[in-house]
């Protein structure tokens, strides 16, 4: 049985947005080593498999990710005119 903890809807939402959008998200989350990352990513799709949700995502170095949606800690858009994005804390 899996540990994931479902997140809130508008979140969800935000990503579906930024995929939609083809927004870049400063993105920070706790990988499965316990240590806390922080990159500039893509988000290019969300899945679910046997009942955890994953945001897919590119960085910028062409790399892909999967980061288990329970696990992100705070996502912060960051739209191509430099104004600055906005930022949704996660718990």
Do not use: N
């Amino acid at each position: 049985m899996s540990d994931y903890e479902s997140i809130d809807c508008s979140t969800y939402t935000e990503y579906e947005l930024a995929i939609m959008r083809r927004q870049r998200l400063r993105m920070r989350w706790r990988g499965e080593d316990k240590l806390d990352h922080l990159e500039v990513v893509t988000p290019v799709d969300l899945e679910t498999r046997e009942g955890e949700e994953f945001l897919i995502a590119r960085t910028g170095s062409g790399g892909r990710l999967r980061l288990r949606l329970d696990h992100i800690l705070q996502a912060t858009t960051l739209p191509a005119d430099g104004v600055r994005g906005h930022s949704e804390p996660h718990q």
